[in-house]
């Protein structure tokens, strides 16, 4: 098969399009074949022309005419034999290939070489002595190549010295001979460099794809984080929404307000909704700047909780990536979520800060005490003290560990821990990315926070 062919085989594998890719791969195999047809049509054309120069304007010397005859005789079998070698026609046994195809290239460059030194036309001979050697340099090793220009030399000097020519084809038919065999170093050289190219193309083309499917599947990866966190956060909310509306109805008695309780479930179900179909659809390009965005949703939650929240920004707000958007106001929800269900009713505070190579974000909230809360964890020691419980994110811990995952994904940090009777979420994104990424797990933000803090 023709280096065509391969080429031709090897993009075919890559596209996956077995039949296309086969009839792609077929053309260039029977362009290679027509090409090779083509050369030797021109060499058998050429030996004839050779020949007809030769017997029509033999040498004057006596014997020259016959030795001419016999030179072109022998290189035209040594031509014959070169073919059998390198083309697939004559079924010649493989090892057989290399051996017949030296020899003939030797025969053929001897009996040209003597046949051109015998003087008259048939010095066109050299032409196809130097073919000889020029197929030679492309095809062989350079001692096989050495060997054959040492057999045209040979005959050069033999034919000239019995035929007494001078020093013009003493020395320049042996300078035609070099210079094919130099041709045809440059066209195996061109040859490996194009053959290097086409490994350098396939290896690229395999490259190109695994980065492609590398880079489906961390869409994949981001887009299920995004709508793990939407789903967490809206059904979080829902559920504490309507365990509200269930105390309404069966502890105090007030159809009213427990009817406005389940408008706000279903408006919040409708929002919820819509943020899982934005997170499908990916990062939004349209999202508001972040203290912007910020400041909606604490209000969305001081008007859905019935809570004080705090929203204040310092610095001079300047632009943030959306994707760095989206995922510190997942933090800010996912905050805001745990606070109003493990420390209902307490005030919230979120406080944006804009430096020149950072935005940090934090939120602070005031935890319940463990004697009077139902959000105690159950595997906490009782120590009889009025101890903050340790809080739990609404989807059982992977809040935390998700919304770590995207920050650290935009070299941002995440700090959560207990600081006095309050727990705060700090979050950071630095403006000018460094080069090493931060540790997948960050230092505490405040001293001597317990194990299970991690689960919030």
Partial sequence: MSEYGEIGLGSAEFGGMRRSAGRRAQRPRRTGQVLRAATWFARAAGLILLGGFTFLHPPTSADGPLTQEIAYVVAVLG????????????????????????GSLGVVAAAASVGAAAGGAGDVLIILAGSALMHAGSELPRRATLGIGLLGVAGLVLGGSAFHQGPGTLLGFPLLLVSGALVGGQRAAYRVQAEQ????????????????????LDERARIAREIHDVLAHSLGALSIQIQAVRAYFEDLDDPKRGLEGLATAQRMAADGLVETRRAVLALRTDTLPLHQELARAAAEHATVYRVSVHCETEGDPRPVPPDATVALLRTAREALVNAAKHATGRAVAIHLAY?????????????????????????????????????????????????????????????????????VVAAEFPFAPAHPLPSPVSAPLYPSPKPEDADR
């Fill in 355 to 423: 430096t020149p190579d950072r935005v940090r974000m934090t939120i602070v909230n005031d935890l319940a005490m463990s004697d009077h809360s139902d959000t105690a964890d159950e595997a906490e020691p009782d120590t009889g003290a009025d101890t903050p419980p340790r809080p739990r994110t609404v989807d059982g811990g992977y809040g935390l560990t998700g919304m770590h995952e995207r920050l650290r994904l935009l070299r941002g940090t995440l700090e959560a821990g207990v600081r006095g009777r309050a727990w």
């Fill in 79 to 102: 031509t014959l034999g070169w073919a059998a070698a390198v083309e697939p026609w004559f079924r010649l046994p493989e090892r057989l290939g290399l051996p017949v195809l030296v």
């Fill in 197 to 216: 190219a086409a490994a350098l193309l396939a290896q690229h083309d395999r490259l190109r794809t695994e980065q492609r499917r590398a880079d489906v």
